[in-house]
């Protein structure tokens, strides 16, 4: 079975669908491949305007990593993982073109730090956000704390970070994290819906613009930030408050 769906319509946009229901969508090897191949044919593709990452069904928009798949992990080849992930989520965050997280359900851990890489976020009403990796002795670890502060003002970044508590998607809009609320009828026709502005441009004005945007990023500076980031969560990885934590976690799902 297909672990994501990549779907190109007349209007310009991809549709990134992670296709991991029986996971909660939760990103593995594969997911995060095919994100990486998807990401580089959307810079380069001219007929491509915009990038929509969702995920399949309601239950779920992204779980975060598939921790049956990496709980074994130890302390160096986490940071392989971890790294492998962080560089996917900085192409995300700046790839030339407009990109939305349409969250179809819930988001957390590491499906809150891909959600982060995205423009924009459009969510579900009734949806949770969690950046719970608090809870499970680590912390963000595919660059998407790094992300927050520049996103948000500190100190709201940092109360979501240290809370590692499950929000609301209507209190994430007030904290400006989430940009609409949509009732979810038909969640792909009402994003479409506040796409359709952005589509009407051209994909070099859609380009310049993000140009202009994402400048701030491509530099040594923050690239060092990020990536100091996921070398402290993969230190966190292997310390036994981590593996007890998963543990407890997996006992429970």
């Not at 790294?83 to 407009?98: A, D, F, Q, R, V």
Request: proline residues 3%; glycine residues 8%; hydrophobic residues 40%.
């Amino acid at each position: 079975m297909e672990v994501a769906i990549v779907e190109h319509d007349r209007d310009g946009v991809v549709w990134f669908t992670i296709h991991r229901p029986e996971k909660r969508n939760a990103i593995n090897f594969e997911v995060m491949d095919k994100l990486e191949e998807t990401i580089a044919m959307v810079e380069k593709n001219d007929n491509v305007k915009m990038l929509v990452i969702t995920g399949t069904g309601d239950e779920a928009f992204c779980s975060g990593g598939d921790l049956s798949e990496f709980q074994h992990l130890h302390a160096e080849t986490a940071k392989q993982m971890l790294e492998k992930m962080g560089k996917i989520l900085y192409s995300l965050l700046t790839l030339p073109k407009p990109t939305v997280a349409l969250i179809n359900g819930p988001a957390v851990g590491g499906g809150c730090e891909l959600a982060s890489a995205c423009d924009f976020r459009y969510a579900k009403s009734g949806s949770k956000i969690g950046f719970i990796q608090g809870k499970l002795g680590i912390t963000t670890g595919w660059g998407g704390a790094t992300i927050l502060f520049e996103k948000l003002p500190y100190t709201q970044a940092l109360d979501i970070l240290l809370r590692a508590e499950r929000i609301s998607v209507e209190k994430m809009r007030e904290y400006g994290w989430i940009h609409a609320v949509l009732p979810g009828d038909n969640l792909r026709e009402e994003c479409r819906g506040l796409l359709a502005p952005y589509l009407s441009q051209s994909v070099s004005v859609l380009r310049a613009y993000k140009a202009a945007a994402t400048e701030k990023w491509k530099n040594c500076e923050f690239r060092t930030r990020f990536f100091a980031e996921i070398a402290r969560c993969a230190k966190l990885w292997g310390a036994e408050e981590h593996k007890r934590a998963i543990e407890s976690f997996l006992k429970k799902s």
